[in-house]
């Protein structure tokens, strides 16, 4: 018997609205385990009640699973309120780094269960990556597992038509780029004789929006950098101030959206798919489906993509994004013994058999994908379905294809097989983050009103309203508000 139904509580009301969290479970009888989870959307579609994903992972696994499906936007909230209100599910998903970040100082062996001792017990969860197992420790203990991501998937996607067009061929440093840019803006690369084209799109989220990927060509730290013994944030390098002149620049050319402070990124990749900007600095992953689109109404539009560029006096790098995306505590207060945590880590070692990662992760065979010379291609009439059924589940895939012996992707066309085989390059240019293992009980206190100084004076810099001396009144005033602490608590933490 299949339920579904939606979740309308949560700590004073907090999810009282329609469709922001909802609840299924399918029942498979003969003595299976009842497992509950709480995850976020990772699309705009709900499992059905019905998921034949989910209805055959329940077989393969044994296991009646409890699924509460939160909308990304609200995840943290409710996270937090089912944290508040001891009411969390036996498996809790913490959406990504920056929300595990938060909360990591909240957790401790009192409330969630330190699983180090048990991985070994367990044929596939044993395979799960050391390193990023490391990045994911609280006070040297490991508390989580994870689903794993390439550890740099950001690069520059271009209108490869664009460029051929003008003579262009793809960028290999800052120099390089920034006269693309120019010719995007300022060379007709549309041939449409109007004056209707920006170089590049950015997004005022300074992470994802651009910024941060732009600022790895500059040698800028990821996060942190070590400067003559001592770890300093990022924004207190050369290669930070260097970044934020080039998007000054930028913007004073008009090369870029003049508004990307205050731009989406639904907003930044409609600028490329629309046909009004000629690049983004993104998540190279995106470029296949985004020529997709493009194509829908412009059959000669082309994308392609680069990941490496050098700045001035450097080689390539791209920041690392420590291996992994969200991750799994398990609550002590829905896990009471051991034999029960036992039961919940079962489950997720079966989930990381090669048979349900691929099920997961790419369907059903015959229904969703085809394997051709040895890879999964998605079956062309069932891409919608496979939107529908498959691509709401994979928020609960476990470590990655390098941990499990599953099936590799079948490239498209050119440009998937490409942007594929760049990202796998990055792990050849890494810029590592050396707090990612590390704690400061300020920084998990302040971080984020910290950080919101940072962010604010490196937006008013760019956008001309704050000069350099005004940016660096910025960084004392960040220091006084906590800054110093934090950077003494990770150095402590760092030389032990």
């Known amino acids: 018997m299949n339920k579904y139904h939606f979740l309308l509580t949560g700590l004073f009301g907090l999810l009282l609205i329609l469709g922001v969290a909802c609840s299924s479970s399918s029942s498979t009888g003969g003595g299976s385990e009842e497992i509950t989870i709480m995850a976020n959307l990772t699309s705009a579609q709900t499992p059905a009640s019905d998921n034949p994903i989910i209805e055959k992972i329940e077989e393969s696994t044994n296991t009646t699973l409890d699924i509460t499906w939160v909308m990304d936007e609200v995840y943290d909230e409710k996270m937090n309120a089912v944290i508040a209100t001891d ?12 929300s595990f ?5 909240s957790i401790n062996e009192e409330q969630y269960w330190n699983i180090e001792p048990y991985l070994k017990d367990y044929e596939y969860l044993s395979n799960l990556n050391p390193d990023v197992l490391n990045n994911t420790k609280v006070n040297d203990k490991l508390y989580s597992l994870y689903s794993g991501r390439p550890a740099s998937r950001w690069g520059l996607i271009y209108r490869k038509d664009w460029a051929e067009n003008l003579g262009l061929e793809a960028p290999t440093n800052t120099e390089e780029l920034f006269e693309m840019f120019r010719a995007f803006t300022e060379d007709d690369p549309n041939e449409s004789g109007d004056d209707d084209t920006i170089g590049v799109a950015a997004a005022s989220d300074l ?12 040698v800028t730290p990821n996060n942190w950098g070590e400067k003559d013994g001592e770890l300093l944030p990022e924004f207190m390098f050369d290669g930070y101030t260097d970044t934020m002149n080039f998007f000054k620049k930028l913007r004073e050319n008009g090369y870029v959206n003049l508004d990307f402070p205050a731009t989406s990124q639904s907003d930044q990749n409609d600028m490329l798919l629309t046909g009004k900007a000629g690049a983004l600095i993104s998540c190279i992953c995106s470029a296949g489906g985004m020529q997709d689109q493009l194509q829908r109404n412009n059959p000669d539009a082309t994308l392609d993509v680069q990941n490496r560029i050098s700045g001035p006096n450097n080689g390539p790098g791209n920041w690392s994004n420590s291996g992994y995306g969200a991750v799994v505590l398990f609550p002590k207060s829905s896990n009471e013994t051991e034999e029960d945590l036992r039961k919940v880590l079962a489950f ?21 994908y085809e394997v051709v010379e040895g890879k999964a291609k998605v079956i062309e009439s069932a891409s919608d379905l ?4 498959v691509r709401p589940v994979l928020g609960l895939v476990i470590g990655d294809e390098s941990t499990v012996d599953a099936l590799q992707p079948y490239p498209k066309n050119e440009l998937y097989a490409k942007q594929y085989e760049q990202i796998m390059d990055n792990n050849n240019i890494l810029i590592n ?9 300020t920084f998990g206190d302040r971080g984020g009103a910290l950080q919101q100084i940072i962010d604010d004076a490196t937006v008013n810099y760019m956008l001309g309203d704050l000069d350099l001396d005004g940016y660096h009144e910025e960084i004392e005033r960040w220091k006084e508000d906590g800054g110093e602490q934090v ?10």
């Open 207 to 218: 992470v994802y929006g651009g910024f941060k990927f732009t600022s790895s060509y500059f």
């Open 348 to 368: 997720f070692n079966e989930l990381m058999k090669p048979e349900n990662y691929n099920l997961l992760t790419y369907g059903i065979e015959g229904t969703h």
């Open 433 to 441: 983050d050396p707090t990612a293992p590390l704690d400061s009980e």
């Open 386 to 389: 496979s939107q529908r059924e």
């Open 101 to 105: 970040k938060k909360m990591k100082d």
């Open 487 to 496: 950077i003494e608590e990770y150095n402590a933490a760092y030389q032990q």
């Open 87 to 98: 009411t969390a599910p036996q498996a809790l998903f913490v959406k990504n780094q920056d």
